[in-house]
Nanobody, 117 residues
Framework: QAQVMESGGGLVQPGGSLRLSCEAS????????MGWYRQAPGKERELIATINSVGTTVYEIGMQDRFTISRDNAKKTIYLQMTNLKPEDTAVYYC???????????WGQGTQVTVSS
């Protein structure tokens, strides 16, 4: 069973919107910061944004204009609302879950987002 599961990716036209979800398994204790990353073909994985358990967010420079991260602690789920999508947003979007006390981290397998007309 996957420890971290992303969903919500797909094909969208330029200018469109998507909302990604990431659910952490109930088997993961002491969940701390959760975050979204993406990796485009031929490029390194990059940070989009993180959010901690009290809702404090950190965005990579330039990401906050069109991306919004949010969190539901009861569901152990974070979301990424993406608007005005552009072809350069095409990538695999990954979720990362960090445990408190430096216990460990978990990555999801990613969800593909393709922006194309």
């Amino acid at each position: 069973q996957a420890q971290v599961m992303e969903s919500g990716g797909g094909l969208v036209q330029p200018g469109g919107s998507l909302r990604l979800s990431c659910e952490a398994s109930s088997s993961i204790p002491h969940i701390g910061v959760m975050g979204w990353y993406r990796q485009a073909p031929g490029k390194e994985r990059e940070l989009i944004a993180t959010i901690n358990s009290v809702g404090t967010t950190v965005y990579e420079i330039g990401m906050q204009d069109r991306f919004t991260i949010s969190r539901d602690n009861a569901k152990k789920t974070i979301y990424l609302q993406m608007t005005n999508l552009k072809p350069e947003d095409t990538a695999v979007y990954y979720c990362k879950v960090d445990q408190r006390y430096a216990l460990g981290s978990f990555w999801g397998q990613g969800t593909q987002v393709t922006v194309s007309s």
